[in-house]
């Protein structure tokens, strides 16, 4: 099944939006949200006018699709005054609603840093629709009807808690959010034992369980911006959260990592035993001349047929390599040309191929190739495709034991967390040499290498 999803990286209005939207007839779409991006923090007029917004911005999305929308030559032109637009109420018929409709809508949870004003935008989803606003929006009986999920982006809340923490403290904690510090651990910057999370996770959490409190279970949460799977997992223990982005698996390989977990664990760490790296800095000169596979836990598909292996199959293109299914041509080469005797439509026999070995994607990363990167995007996002399959399968096997509502799923969860958390290094060391690796690389070439070089000497 194909997914359509729009996203506009650009200042447009409400009227846009939702002309975007009816146009291209997406299947998930984001409420626009009024989500301040001057320097936090934010005076308590700023929120309120924040969450007036939002909720203005979701009415006008929700609105029934009028008879002037119905029409592709007017769908492109909508009136820029939204007000004006909520005062049209020919809607269209039956027929025209079945071409022209609006698709599931995803809602940012307003509020910012403070649980009050995240408490009242969650009530103003719930609160009863009446006068003009009900005759506008029916059949919806309040706003929380149209929505399909929740959102959270996690980047403004970190900045909004850190200019809190500033302001309090006198400290500067910007840029140490890992895995994006560059000026060192977390512990040294803050004064403070290593942390198995990012920076101010422990105080996001309750302002995501303050915004879902009153709200439906059932419906979809998603969460932008995660640093890792500890975070992942604590957001899915602790706010039930259903989908993640993975644009921290997308990071790691541009740095050069190459990811190395999973969940459920099945080798547990031996006591005395160090925490293992949820990823191998490929830039180190110790993979150099390491012809094994990207990651520990996982073999290539190149030898599933050793029964003597017990580690599961990295499928990605990376460790699990085949010939195409179809013949490749280039230039004046055609399936012709080459096999003249064949009729065929080109369909080849696919190979397993061995694995790209770490000590090839070292090279790679040293000599500055882009399919370094791009087998380790695939190589990352592979390996965090596993780690929620495991998560789904946890979830579903213990649901089938006990009912997910008792403590005696949340232990045997909880169980399943803590051996990971317990498993696997929470520092993110791993990042820290990775992006300075990449930054020692990526210097030792163009204008003024010479210098440095001899700088360094």
């Not at 999803?5 to 009227?15: E, N």
């Not at 929308?69 to 032109?77: P, R, V």
């Not at 459920?264 to 760490?269: F, G, I, K, T, Y």
């Amino acid at each position: 099944m194909n997914l359509l999803i729009i996203f506009f990286f650009c200042q447009l209005s409400p009227a846009d939006w939702r002309s975007y939207t009816l146009k291209c007839q997406p299947d998930v779409v984001f409420a626009l949200s009024d989500t301040p991006f001057t320097d936090p923090p934010y005076s308590q007029k700023r929120l309120t006018r924040s969450i007036a917004r939002s909720v203005a911005w979701l009415t006008f999305l929700l609105r029934p699709v009028s008879a002037s929308e119905c029409s592709s030559e007017s769908s492109t032109t909508l009136s820029l005054n939204a007000s004006e637009s909520m005062a049209d109420d020919s809607f269209c018929g039956p027929a025209a609603v079945s071409s022209v409709r609006l698709p599931a809508i995803l809602l940012h949870m307003a509020g910012g840093a403070c649980i009050p004003a995240r408490r009242e935008f969650s009530a103003s989803l719930l609160e009863p629709l009446s006068g003009p606003q009900a005759d506008a929006l029916k059949p919806f009986q309040t706003l929380d009807e149209g929505v399909t999920g929740y959102t959270f982006d996690l980047k403004p809340l970190r900045q909004a808690l850190e200019a809190a923490e500033r302001k309090e403290t006198g400290k500067d904690t910007a840029g140490v959010l890992p895995p994006n510090n560059t000026n060192g651990t977390v512990s040294e910057v803050l004064g403070s034992e290593p942390s198995f999370l990012p920076v101010h996770t422990t105080s996001i959490t309750p302002l995501m369980q303050t915004s879902l409190a009153k709200l439906p279970r059932e419906k979809l949460r998603l969460v932008n911006s995660t640093e890792g799977p500890h975070e992942i997992l604590k957001y899915i223990t602790e706010v039930g959260v259903d989908v993640f982005d993975a644009g921290w698996a997308q990071r790691a390989a541009s740095n050069g990592v190459g990811l190395d977990f999973e969940f459920p664990v099945r080798r547990e760490r031996a006591e005395g035993e160090p925490k293992r790296e949820i990823g191998h800095d490929l830039y180190d000169p110790k993979y150099a001349m390491d012809f094994g596979t990207i990651a520990d836990t996982f073999r290539g598909g190149y030898n599933a047929t050793n029964r003597d292996d017990p580690r599961p199959v990295c499928l990605c293109a990376a460790c699990s390599p085949r010939t195409p299914e179809h013949q490749i041509c280039h230039g004046v080469d055609t399936l012709e040309f080459t096999h003249p005797d064949r009729t065929d439509d080109r369909t080849q026999i696919q190979r397993q191929l061995p694995p790209y070995t770490r000590a090839y994607i070292y090279h790679l990363l040293h000599t500055h190739e882009m399919s370094a990167h791009a087998l380790l995007v695939m190589h990352n996002l592979a390996v965090l495709d596993r780690f929620f399959e495991g998560v789904r399968g946890v979830i579903g096997s213990l649901s089938a034991e006990e009912s997910i509502e008792t403590e005696a799923f949340d232990g045997k969860w909880n169980e399943k967390v803590d051996r990971f958390l317990n498993t696997y290094d929470e520092t993110w060391a791993v990042f820290e040499r990775a992006r300075k690796s990449w930054r020692e690389v990526d210097l030792a070439r163009g204008k003024g290498r010479l210098a440095r070089e001899k700088e360094k000497e």
